[in-house]
């Protein structure tokens, strides 16, 4: 297994992983035009959709990533909490770990770790979605949507997949963008998918929404929320980048992802979208939370790491509160007002 990861490493290059992203962002809208005018079959599109999400299964399973050195990070200082032996090794999980860990990093948009579950529903949701899309036949109904659907759902996943090569410690200083863009990528065609159903959501059920729809809104939202976590940690990497200018594109952040969160629930009726937007600014206020009290209890902390920390909070929490009441909102506008067929 070490083997192969090594080999798939060496294979794992900026600049093609760079190119396969522009490439791919360039051919969505034509291959989205290809996909409306008929010249591919329902049964080759479910095939595209069903085979990107098992690429990006098996992407996210190969180790090496980040998040998986923060996520031991995270570990490793429990154990030291409970006085239990840690490793000294500093490249066991990689400075970059700690630099964008909630606890102990430079940037502000750093959501608490329990924020990560949402992978789980999304993960397990979408499983469930691709294979009810394998078993709906050329003449369901629902079919034309599906077909709106498809194509940007597997570009997401194709998006997703150069986002696991490209979020990883040999991805340093400017090239950690490329990670941003796939993952803002992934957003965006997950964002067109989003519009096309949320916009015929009078022609089908709740059962319906809830095997095909749910875990796609849940992955739109969070893949937001995370395109701008991911911002905000290559910006905060950046050895020129100041405390001050870290700290005010944190904020600036919160305030777009707020406004994002409230115009797309409004507009498209998309509560769920608008509640993951809630919970990623909730986790974002957390994290603030736990480096302020660790600061409090550790003489030794950066300074320049709480710079802007408690407006963040503050921030965060308006911006969680703003989101959830545009959710409260528009989910009694669908329940009081009938759906128009």
Not at 89 to 106: I, P, Y
Not at 283 to 303: C, F, H, T
Not at 318 to 332: K, Q
Request: with cysteine; proline share 3%.
């Amino acid at each position: 297994k070490d083997r192969i990861t090594m080999s798939l490493a060496a294979f794992n290059q900026p600049a093609a992983v760079a190119a396969a992203g522009t490439g791919a962002i360039i051919l969505l809208p034509f291959v989205e035009d290809l996909a409306a005018k008929g010249v591919f079959t329902w049964a080759q599109l479910k095939g595209a959709a069903a085979a990107a999400y098992a690429l990006q299964v098996v992407c996210v399973s190969i180790p090496g990533r980040i998040d998986g050195d923060m996520a031991k990070d995270l570990q490793d200082e429990k154990r030291r909490a409970e006085g239990k032996d840690v490793s000294t090794n500093m490249d066991s999980t990689g400075g970059e770990a700690k630099k964008l860990s909630s606890r102990n990093g430079k940037t502000l948009v750093a959501p608490a770790g329990w924020a990560f579950a949402i992978w789980g529903p999304i993960f397990v949701g979408e499983l469930v979605s691709v294979i009810f899309q394998l078993s709906i036949s050329a003449d369901d109904p629902l079919v034309p949507l599906l077909r709106k659907t498809a194509v940007p759902f597997a570009f997401a996943h194709i998006f997703q997949s150069l986002w696991c090569a490209a979020f990883r410690r040999k991805y340093r200083g400017n090239l950690m963008y490329i990670s941003f863009g796939m993952l803002a990528s992934t957003a965006f065609s997950l964002a067109k998918a989003h519009a096309a159903y949320a916009a015929e959501s009078s022609t089908y059920s709740g059962g319906t929404y809830a095997k095909l729809f749910f875990s796609m809104s849940l992955h739109t939202g969070w893949t937001v929320a995370a395109s701008i976590v991911n911002l905000n940690g290559a910006f905060s990497m950046k050895e020129s980048s100041s405390p001050r200018a870290i700290a005010w594109l944190g904020h600036a952040s919160v305030v777009a992802a707020t406004a994002v969160g409230v115009a797309l629930t409004t507009a498209r009726s998309a509560p769920v979208f608008g509640g993951v937007i809630s919970w990623a600014l909730l986790a974002v206020a957390d994290g603030m939370k736990q480096r302020i009290e660790k600061a409090k209890k550790n003489d030794a902390m950066n300074a320049s790491n709480l710079v802007g920390a408690a407006t963040q909070r503050k921030l965060s929490l308006l911006g969680a509160a703003v989101s959830a009441v545009a959710v409260i909102v528009t989910t009694a506008k669908m329940i009081l007002l009938p759906k128009v067929k």
